[in-house]
């Protein structure tokens, strides 16, 4: 049995800073696959950042503001979100068992419940 557990969301002002984490279980599960996404109301669920190919991957919208990293040692996979802004507002979902073809990245059958961050202007 898979599991994907997020926390760390939560209320920030714009400008503010929050860590995201995503800790994983079951043994079948291929860690390095994990990925975030996010989905504001309204809109689709969009990738925001993977490590899937070994180097980091992020979404125009947040290069140089996000930061993905994982300790494989606690299987846990972490979004360091600095700079947020009201766009950024969304519910964040840590996905597993995605991957990549020249086609770009898919995601995977493996979804957390999510965790809600919420930006203030």
């Known amino acids: 049995q898979v599991q994907l557990v997020e926390s760390g969301g939560g209320l920030v002002q714009a400008g503010g800073s929050l860590r995201l984490s995503c800790a994983a279980s079951?043994?079948?599960?291929?860690?390095?696959?994990i990925g975030w996404y996010r989905q504001a109301p309204g809109k689709q669920r969009g990738l925001v950042a993977t490590?899937?190919?070994?180097?980091?991957w992020y979404a125009d919208s947040v290069k140089g503001r996000f930061t993905i990293s994982r300790d494989n040692a606690v299987k846990t996979v972490y979004l360091q979100m600095h700079g947020l802004k009201p766009e950024d507002t969304a519910v964040y979902y840590c996905?597993?068992?995605?991957?990549?073809?020249?086609?770009?990245?898919?995601?995977?059958?493996?979804w957390g419940q999510g965790t809600q961050v919420t930006v203030s202007s």
């Open positions: 996905n597993g068992g995605g991957g990549y073809t020249k086609s770009g990245y898919f995601s995977g059958r493996y």
């Open positions: 079951g043994s079948t599960f291929n860690f390095n696959t």
């Open positions: 490590l899937i190919t070994g180097d980091p």
